[in-house]
């Protein structure tokens, strides 16, 4: 995983002092390969331990880690995507999975009097996938393929109940409204996206990601749902193992 894609993964752990290391890293990549940790912490007014937590926050084992895997992304040109599409968005996907993250949404819907789901097109019957992995361990769900029947649910929403939205690119207008009426009510968010900085994720509360791109052949979405579904699958299995 290279450095700005660790940076939007965990960027829900990062305080302004480490935003601020991280932009000068970003700005400064071959030399912050060649700085000892003392030097960089120094120019960046900070101290040694600081940019360690970071590095660790950032899924390296440590500062060596880091320069190692930064090297290595400024020698070697940006992996293909589509060479094989379907076994690279899949790796992506796994790489992606964060179980803080399960964790703070597995925490949401066990504490809520009530969750709706919701999503529209090809990815609408994921919510239905979800809904009855939750009613294996006894935890009631809704969901909604229409907009107006969301709509009317939503308007009724309290702050004890959470909104489950899938929407892969975080931009669909029916899932963002939903999404903007459910805040306003303090109700929690959780979203499930294509890894990109999108305007749902900063909407949502715990923030899920997969790897599926847009993709149209003669006009058409054939944007792959194979990493929807393993997010589904791996959220569901961790929710299963937190309830037992």
């Given amino acids: 995983m290279l450095f700005d894609e660790r940076v939007h993964k965990y960027e829900y752990k990062l305080n302004d002092t480490e935003d601020q290391i991280i932009e000068y890293i970003l700005n400064n990549k071959e030399e912050a390969t060649s700085l000892s940790i003392q030097h960089l912490a120094s120019k960046l007014y900070t101290v040694p331990n600081t940019i ?19 090297k290595e992304e400024i ?12 076994v690279f968005n899949v790796y992506k996907t796994i790489d992606l999975i964060d179980k803080n993250k399960f964790a703070s949404a597995t925490k ?19 919510c239905e996938m979800v809904v009855k992995n939750l009613k294996v361990v006894g935890k009631h769900g809704e969901y909604y393929n229409h907009r107006h029947d969301m ?11 959470v909104l489950f939205l899938i929407s892969l690119s975080g931009e669909t207008k029916q899932v963002l409204d939903v999404a903007k009426i459910a805040k306003e009510k303090g109700s929690r968010i959780i979203s499930l996206t294509h890894f990109n900085k999108n305007t749902l994720q900063y909407l949502a509360d715990v923030n899920l990601f997969c790897y599926s791109p847009a993709i149209k052949f003669n006009d058409y979405n054939i944007t792959d749902k194979t990493p ?16 037992r």
């Fill in 52 to 70: 360690t937590r970071l590095t660790k926050k950032l899924g390296y084992e440590g500062f060596a880690e880091m320069k190692i895997s930064l």
């Fill in 75 to 86: 020698k070697t040109p940006k992996a293909e995507e589509s060479e094989d599409q379907l």
């Fill in 108 to 126: 949401a819907i066990q504490e809520a009097r009530r969750v709706l789901f919701f999503a529209v097109g090809d990815t609408a019957p994921f």
């Fill in 151 to 161: 709509l009317h649910e939503v308007n009724q929403m309290e702050a004890s109940e």
């Fill in 228 to 243: 929807v579904m393993l997010i589904v699958r791996a959220f569901s299995e961790y929710y299963w193992n937190a309830v």
